[in-house]
């Protein structure tokens, strides 16, 4: 079976004012879907037709397959990112993840402080990340493609969108206004949560 494009978890609108539905047509509708529909050109009738996402993505680091890396990763980023969002999220955590960050990072504005700053200190495209590694949590910045979950041990609990496609609409230049609405504003702690159980 293919890899397919998710829908989006919500409406195209429902994010906005703080990511409008322009974005989300193109940045799911385009970016998006071309990196599946390329990943899926790449592996056909190859060994890794019919593999599941994430262990193309494996597969392809491994064997430094760049172009099929990066169309794998960025299909598997975006899947991943679509669900770290909802309308009415942000703002301070719940449930675990909430204890985990109070433990982690001497609280939550200690936790979105190195967030935000991983995010605008990622120089270029990238992305920043909430991961769980030996039962802590750590925060991260990958460019481009790049993920941290093929290390091992690195259970990935939250991800940001830090490439100018996934703000330019709405913000323009300034992706430290990006970061603090998706924090404030758009951070579905239910899934960081979900996804702190499997670490
Ligand atoms: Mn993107």
Not at 158 to 179: K, S, T
Not at 186 to 193: A, E, K, P, Q, T
Request: aromatic content about 12%; some cysteine; hydrophobic content about 40%.
């Amino acid at each position: 079976m293919p890899i397919t494009l998710p829908d989006l978890p919500y409406a195209q609108g429902a994010l906005a004012p703080h990511i409008s539905a322009q974005t989300l047509e193109f940045h799911h509708g385009k970016h998006h879907k071309a990196y599946v529909d390329k990943t899926n050109e790449l592996i056909k009738g190859g060994k890794l037709d019919n593999a599941p996402l994430e262990e193309i993505v494996r597969a392809a680091e491994g064997e430094k397959n760049q172009a099929l890396f990066n169309n794998s990763a960025q299909a598997w980023n975006h899947s991943f990112y679509w669900k770290c969002m909802k309308p009415g999220g942000g703002g301070a955590p719940t449930g675990d993840v909430a204890r985990a960050i109070e433990k982690n990072f001497d609280g939550y504005d200690a936790f979105k402080a190195a967030f935000a700053d991983a995010g605008a200190t990622q120089f270029g495209s990238g992305w920043a990340w909430l991961v769980a590694r030996k039962g802590k949590l750590e925060v991260r910045k990958t460019p481009n493609a790049q993920v941290p979950w093929t290390e091992k041990g690195v259970t990935p609990l939250l991800i940001m969108d830090v490439w100018e496609h996934a703000y330019y609409l709405d913000y323009q230049n300034r992706r430290p206004a990006y970061i603090s609405s998706f924090l404030d504003n758009l951070v579905n702690w239910d899934f960081v949560n979900e996804n702190l159980a499997k670490a």
